[in-house]
C-alpha cells in the first residue's frame, strides 16, 4: 500500500477528513520550500500538494499564477522540483506528496524518465491538469509502475459517463474541483458540493477530496463534513506572497494558517469516511 | 483534367482530434463537456443545410466574398521569374481573412442559444472579427488582448471598444497572444454555461483546429476556382504566412491532395531563427503540449514556453495548429522563416509596386514569394494569401522610419 493510501486508512480510523495544503515550489525561491513543507506537517498537515511551476498555468488564478512565476525567475527546473522532494523525504518518510503541474514540462523531461525520477524523489501522486484520461494512458502506466498515482480532476461540468472514465482510470484519490474556474476563485456553493460528493462516492471506492474555492477555515470544517480530503490552495500562496522575501515570516504564517484549518477539520462533525462506517 | 484529379486520400483529423501524433484535447476537466458539446455541434451543423445556407449568405453579403484573386504584374515584374497572384483576403469586411472563422463561429454560438462571446486576440484582428460579429448578432464581447499588443494596435482597440466589445489587457506572463489564450481559458472555465469562445486560429483542443479550418477554406475553395478560370490550370505554389496558421490552412487545405501544387507557409523569423527573437516553432522548436494541443512550441530544455518575437503581433506567437505540425512531418508543406526586415521591406514594395498596403503579417509571405518566384521562374504560377490589410500596421511602419504618425 502506497503512502496515500495508508494516510486515508489512518484518516478513516480517526474519522477525520484530509488535510492537503498546496505550495509552489521554490516560491519565494528554492531553499524556502522543504523547510515550509515540514512546518506544514507539523501544524497539521496530512498531505503537500506541491506545485510544479509553469510559465502557461492555464487553469490557474493570478495568485498561483504569480507563484508560478516567481519560482521560475529564480530557475526552479522540473529537476529542482524533484530534488526538493526527495530532499523532503530525508527527514520525513511518511507524508504523501502529491505533485501538481501541467504537461508541457512532463513531456519535455521524457514520460519514462520523469516517472522514474519522480518515483525515485519519492513523490506518491501526480495530477497533471491538462491531461485529461484519454489522452494520458502512457503516462499513466508509467506513473503506477514507479509507485506513483494518477490522480484526476472532476468538475461540476463532468457528465457521468466520464465520471466513470476518470473513477476508473484513477488512484490515490479523486480530486473534485469544487466550482466552475480557475483556483483561487471565491464562492463555493456548499449544497452544490455536498450533492456532487455523494455522487461521485457512488461511483468510486476512492477517497474524494475536494478542492479550488476554499480560502478559510469555516469553510475548511463545512467540506470536512462530507469530503476525505480538503485542497487549500490559493489561500496558503497569498500568505507566502504577502511576506515578501521573509521566508521565515512566510513560514510562521502558513504554519499558523494550516493550524488553524486543522482544528475547523477536527471540529467538523466527522468526514464522509466516518459517516459511511 | 488530369491537374485537378486528387493524387493522394487525405482524412484528419481522426475522431478524437488527432493529426497523426499532433493536436488532441489537452484541457482541464471542467472544459471537456464544453468542448463535447461543441464538437456535436459543430459536426451537425457542419451538414446543416440551412446552416450552410446561412453561412454562404453572409460571405457573400456581409463579409463580400468572393474576395478577388488578383494577378500582380509589376510586382511580378519587380521579382523577375514566376507570375505572382494575391488572393485579397485584406478586401474582406473589417480587412483580414478573420471574419470568415468568426462569421461561422458567431452562428454556432447563437444555434447554441449562448449569448456570450469571449476572444483572445494578438494584431487585433481577429479581436475586431468577434466584435464585429457580436454587435451584428446583439451579443455580449469580451477580447482579451495582452498589454504589450494592446501598445502597437491601438488603432485596433479602439475598433473594438466602437464595437461595442469589452477589451481587457493581460497583464501576465510576457503580456502578449498566449497570454490572451490563457486568459480567455480561464474565463471560459469560470463562464462554460453561457459563454462561447471563439478562438481565432487552427489552434487549441479540439474541435478547433478542424472547425476553423472547415471555415477558412472558403479562400482555397474560391481560389482554386479562381486560378482555373484565371490561368486554366492549378498554381505551382501557394505561400501563406504562418502564425497559428489559420489563413495558411485555409488556402492549403484545398490544395492538400494536388500533389503537384506546393505549400509554403512562412512564419516569423523576427531577428532570424538562429537567434532567440523568432517566432517561428515549425522552423526552430520542439514538440509540445501548449494550449489544449500537441504541435510544435517554442520551449525551453525544461519544457517552459519562451517568449517570441515577431514585429508582427499576428504570428508573435510561440505554438502553431497541430494540422501543420502533421503537414510538416509527411512533407506535404514546406515551412520557411523571414525575419523581420524581410518583411517590412516587402510591406514597402508592395505598396509602391501595387498601391496595396499588406498587413505585416501578410508581408512576411510576400517576401518569400519573391525568393520563390525567382526559383521557380518565368513558367511558373504562385499564389500568395494576402491575409489582411496593412491600415493597422502604419505605426509599426512608421516606428521603423523614425517617423511618429
Redesign the interface.
Known sequence: MGRIAQTFESLRRQRRAALVPFVTAGDPEPSATVPLMHSMVEAGADMIELGI??????????VI?QAS?RA?ARGV??ADVLAIVAEFRVQDPATPVILMG????????GYEAFARRAGEAGADGLIV????P??GEDLNRLLRNNGIDPV????????PE?LQV?CDAASGFIYY?SL???TG?ANLDLAEVRTRIAQIKQQTSLPVGVGFGISDAATAGHVAEFADAIIVGSAVVKRIAECGNDVEQARRKVAAFVRELRTAIESGTGSAQAAQS | MNAVEPSVNYRYPDA?GHFGPYG???????????L?ELRDAYQKYMHDEDFLAQLDADLAHYVGRPSPLYFAERLTDHFGGARVFLKREDLNHTGAHKINNTVGQALLAQRLGKRRIIAETGAGQHGVASATVSARLGLDCVVYMGREDIKRQAINVYRMKLLGAEVVPVE??SKTL??A??EA??DW?????DTFYIIGTVAGPHPYPAMVRDFQTVIGRETRGQMLAQTGGLPDAVVACVGGGSNAIGIFYPFIEDAQVALYGVEAGGDGIDTMRHAAPLCAG???????QRSY?M?D?????SATHSISAGLDYPGVGPEHAWLKDVGRASYVAVTDAAAMEAFHLLARKEGILPALESAHALAYAGELARELGRDANIVVNLSGRGDKDIHTVAAQQGITV
Request: cysteine-free; overall charge negative; aromatic content about 4%.
Open positions: 511551476p509553469f510559465s502557461d498555468p492555464m487553469a490557474d488564478g493570478p499564477q512565476e521560475l527546473h522540473l501541467y504537461l508541457n514540462p512532463i513531456e519535455a523531461a491538469v491538462d491531461l485529461p484519454e489522452e484526476f480532476l472532476l468538475a461540476p461540468t463532468t457528465t466520464r476518470i474541483v466552475r474556474g480557475v476563485s | 478524437r488532441g484535447t489537452f484541457v482541464a476537466e471542467t472544459l471537456m463537456r464544453p463535447a501576465s506572463g498566449k497570454d489564450l490563457n481559458l480561464r472555465v469560470a463562464n462554460v454555461e520542439k514538440v509540445g503540449v501548449l494550449h489544449g512550441v520551449e530544455e525544461d519544457g517552459q514556453i
